[in-house]
């Protein structure tokens, strides 16, 4: 009998694809589900455990619980429109510790455009699972399966910044703007609104497993293969830095890391043009092809882009 451990968690949500019944429009197999005519909802769930490292700030991590749900929803380029949250928390934990986890989410709800619906308490271990609405607007929801060979592969801004964060923090350096980075992502709501609106994307999802994970998955969704130029990838400034002091690959904290949740997009060629006259931060860091997976070019040598950490 095999463990969860042992068959991993993307196995294990494609093995509960094989049985469950789907239901929406769009169902389990994207960044959130599409139900009606136009409402999106996605769930996800942070734990003390796993998901707050050393300095964060009970706070820090409500947003970061309420982020990871609405990056789902930009993923898609829905505009949030409420989030409930349930909350297993340790009995003994100071109660001001709980009033700002709340606090935290309220806040990344608000920076989103919503506010906070509904939700539970329960004693637990320190987890707090969270589920966010979003709606379409008339809008066409951004999916995994669309890229084709061609189009062109972008990613909204720099990378990097949590993997370097996180890494400082481990080798006991002392670097606020990697901190923030991996302390509270912004879900970039506002920019998959542009993007879904645009007409031109043609598959998109965030970067939360890493774009390593993301670049994968787009292919494998897809059936396609991406072409990735190292040097086109947009880099924190405190990345290279980070990775020199530590010795850990700049390929790792770009590629190979968590925590990221930025878009990876790909969009028509001959209507590319259209992202320029919008106000929106991307940079081009590739081409999609027939080769059926990823690869990275860098200084002329190709090297197949891993699924997961490096």
């Known amino acids: ?44 769930i942070v734990s003390f455990d796993r998901h707050m490292p050393a300095g964060m700030s009970y706070e820090q991590f409500g947003w970061y619980a ?9 993923a898609m380029g829905a505009r949030p429109i409420g989030i409930t949250t349930a909350l297993a928390l340790p009995p003994s934990l100071d109660a001001q510790a709980a009033y700002d986890i709340m606090s935290g989410i309220d806040q990344c709800a608000e920076f989103c455009g919503t506010g906070v619906i509904g939700g539970d308490t329960k004693p637990g271990p320190g987890i707090v699972a969270g589920t966010a609405l979003g709606i379409m607007d008339g809008r066409c929801p951004m999916l995994r399966t669309g890229a084709r060979p061609g189009d062109i592969v972008a990613v909204t801004g720099p990378l990097g910044g949590p993997a370097a964060g996180f890494t400082a923090i481990d080798n006991g350096l002392d670097y606020q703007g990697a901190k923030e980075r991996l302390y509270m992502p912004i879900p970039r709501v506002a920019e998959g609104i542009i993007l879904s609106e645009s007409g031109v994307v043609s598959s998109c999802m965030d970067l939360s497993d890493g774009l390593g994970t993301a670049l994968n998955t787009i292919c494998e969704s897809s059936k396609v293969g991406i072409d990735v130029e190292f040097d086109f990838i947009p880099k924190e400034p405190f990345v290279a830095e980070i ?17 990221e949740y930025e878009l990876l997009f790909t969009a028509d060629p001959n209507r590319f043009k259209k992202l320029y006259d919008e106000d929106l931060e991307f940079s081009i860091i590739g081409m999609v092809n027939d080769s059926g997976h990823p690869e990275l070019v860098r200084e002329g040598k190709r090297s197949i882009i891993g699924n997961g950490e490096y």
């Open 1 to 44: 009998m095999l463990t969860i451990g042992e068959i991993g968690e993307r196995q294990l949500i494609e093995d509960f694809k094989s049985f469950l019944r789907p239901e929406g429009r769009i169902g389990p197999g994207d960044d959130a589900a599409v139900i009606g005519k136009d409402i999106v909802v996605t769930t996800d």
């Open 66 to 74: 309420a982020a990871v749900n609405f990056s789902d929803l930009a």
């Open 243 to 259: 990775s020199e002091k530590t010795g850990v690959s700049m390929e790792k904290l770009l590629l190979g890391w968590g925590g």
